[in-house]
């Protein structure tokens, strides 16, 4: 009987390839329980799927285990030997689908994966040997490394891996063939050799780098960005045109506001029917808005040709326009693109370059009608600082910081939303872009104390990646958020003030906070004009309070002034926020 066994083990197809020249004193051995406990730690190194081809029918493994001597008995030798008898093994079991399957009892069926796989695992869930047993101790610890008593079993999921235990998947609230139960059990057997303490200091070490790659302003979210969103947008742009926009898509229209570096006007886009539109001049340009034949508005921005700067500037206004539509696409009025003008007509300087944003109304510059009562004036102005803050919170969470926030800055959507424009003077912190810029930039009016976001001793910015690197340090020792939060007090202020909406009238109250120490308490005590303060005075005065902690001086520890997130817990915009855009979108807007 065991010779008939040992016969159709040499001869029979599946097995064909065995050299018994190789496996010298193990194929002479009995067809007993020993030499199926070594083939069903082979099979495990084979997919599930092919395992119930591989075995007799009627085949049951069992739990004890065996060493097996092949050429010489210590050293190098050994290694080689058992070396040569896996591959020999892996060989013989990896065989052609074609290849028939002789079972060892033709009444019985053959074992299906789990079951190998089931039984495989209750072999290796048990203790380990017993002392002095060299046997068993040879094939748990032997030179293969085939089994390992504390080692965890193999994932019945995945096939690879270590099992995750029970418990902790229940905890999870995992299964098994979960992609996370089964990563969970990679992580295991890659940490199957390690002592308590290194599994965590390891732990302690990801954690640690998690955070700091998480961190404000986002070295990993900055790597996402650059690399994948960047390249993707302008893609999309060149497909969708954006990226190749010309002057002759353009009607220029009123001019608006002049600054620096740049003149914005009002625009609209060319019809794409073939009309031929006079050339507006005059009063024809101030009806631009009103006129049916435009159907979409724009908002069009001339950089100043000649000017030392513009074109740096309107450089860095387009890059963070792509920018913060692809970190807050919801903060900021909907950039469209740009252009080149090829040639000297109206308003357009060949060689000069042009900005376009989708057009929506601007927030000041004009008189706000349709407030009535203080109440929903109060409303209205609760409703745009929140929008404010959010977006300033929203921006400064990718490593942007505006550094121009005033009332001119801020357009309103017809559907109430307060958004950003005009990038110019921004910086993203995160890689140093626009780090250091000409004070011409930033507007005195709204300009915190400090003057400038980082201290003007902080060494320029490395190369960007190592930049980006540094950046979670670099913003926690001089919180740069803050530059914006007091712009936005002063926001505040207008909005709630009437007196101070003039120019004349902002001039002489930062003139006064500034002899008062930027402490607003102490400039509402001393102040000579009588300012109306009752819309800051409702509901017990949070929205002076408000006020006071944004309008202060800024500690090097960035105490003394409240962050966007910080602000947005204020008790003054805990009520009232879901009426409010409704109210802010009936508004309308006159000279």
């Avoid at 910015?461 to 007090?489: R, T, V």
Wanted: with cysteine.
């Amino acid at each position: 009987m065991v010779q008939g066994k040992s016969a159709r083990l040499a001869t029979s197809a599946p097995y064909s390839r065995l050299s018994c020249s190789r496996l010298g004193s193990a194929l002479r051995l009995p067809w007993d329980e020993k030499s199926r406990s070594l083939l069903t730690m082979a099979a495990s190194l084979l997919p599930p799927a092919t395992l119930a081809k591989k075995y007799p029918a009627g085949f049951k493994p069992h739990t004890h285990r065996l060493i097996i001597k092949c050429g010489a008995t210590g050293g190098g030798a050994a290694d080689d030997g058992w070396a040569s008898l896996m591959d020999e093994l892996k060989s013989a079991l990896q065989t052609d689908p074609s290849d028939p399957v002789v079972p060892s009892d033709p009444g019985s069926s053959s074992p299906t994966p789990d079951d190998l796989v089931t039984a495989l695992q209750g072999q290796l869930e048990q203790s380990g040997p017993a002392a002095g047993d060299t046997t068993n101790a040879a094939v748990t610890n032997g030179p293969m490394g085939l089994v390992d008593a504390s080692s965890p079993a193999v994932d019945a999921a995945s096939g690879t891996g270590a099992a995750v235990p029970d418990e902790l998947l229940r905890a999870l609230h995992l299964d098994a063939s979960n992609p996370a139960a089964r990563a969970l059990g990679r992580l295991e057997a890659l940490t199957a050799g390690l002592s308590d303490a290194q599994r965590w200091a390891l732990l302690a070490f990801a954690a640690a780098a998690w955070l700091y790659l998480t961190a404000r302003p986002g070295v990993l979210s900055g790597a996402v960005d650059a690399y994948v969103l960047a390249p993707l947008q302008l893609a999309l742009g060149r497909a969708t045109g954006r990226r190749s926009l010309k002057a002759s898509d353009f009607v220029v229209g009123e001019r608006i506001g002049e600054g620096s570096f740049g003149v914005v006007y009002y625009g609209a886009v060319v019809p794409k029917d073939g009309a031929v539109l006079e050339e507006r001049a005059g009063r024809a340009r101030t009806s631009l808005q009103n006129d049916d034949r435009y159907k979409e508005k724009v908002i069009l921005k001339k950089i100043k040709v000649g000017t030392v700067g513009a074109k740096e500037c309107g450089d860095y206004e387009e890059w963070f326009n792509y920018r913060v539509a692809r970190a807050a696409p919801e903060t900021c009025a909907e950039f469209m693109g740009s252009f080149v003008a090829d040639k000297t007509k109206s308003e357009f300087v060949k060689g000069g370059k042009w900005l376009v944003w989708k057009f929506e109304p601007l927030m000041f510059g004009r008189t706000l009608r349709g407030l009535g009562t203080l109440e929903r004036g109060a409303l209205v102005v609760k409703q745009v600082m929140r929008q404010l803050v959010t977006s300033l919170k929203r921006i400064h969470s990718t490593g942007i910081v505006h550094r121009d926030i005033k009332p001119s800055n801020l357009v309103v959507t017809r559907r109430g939303q307060v958004k950003l424009i005009d990038f110019g003077a921004a910086t993203d912190l995160r890689i140093g872009k626009n780090y250091v810029p000409d004070r011409a930039l930033l507007d005195p009016d709204y300009c915190p104390p400090e003057l400038y976001v980082l201290p003007e001793e902080t060494p320029q910015p490395p190369p960007e990646p190592i930049a980006a690197i540094l950046s979670p340090i670099l913003w926690q020792l001089n919180h740069p958020d803050l530059f914006d939060m007091y712009s936005a007090g002063i926001v505040l202020m207008q909005l709630a003030i009437p007196s101070l909406r003039s120019q004349s009238g902002l001039k002489n109250f930062n003139a006064e906070l500034r002899s008062a120490g930027y402490d607003l308490n102490r400039w509402r005590e001393t102040t000579r004009r009588r300012p109306d303060l009752q819309i800051l005075d409702l509901d017990s005065g949070r929205g002076w309070d408000l006020a006071t902690k944004l309008i202060s001086e800024r500690a090097d520890d960035g105490r003394g002034r409240l962050s966007a997130a910080a602000a947005l817990r204020h008790p003054y915009f805990l009520l009232g926020g879901d009426q409010a855009p409704a109210a802010l979108s009936k508004l309308s807007f006159t000279k």
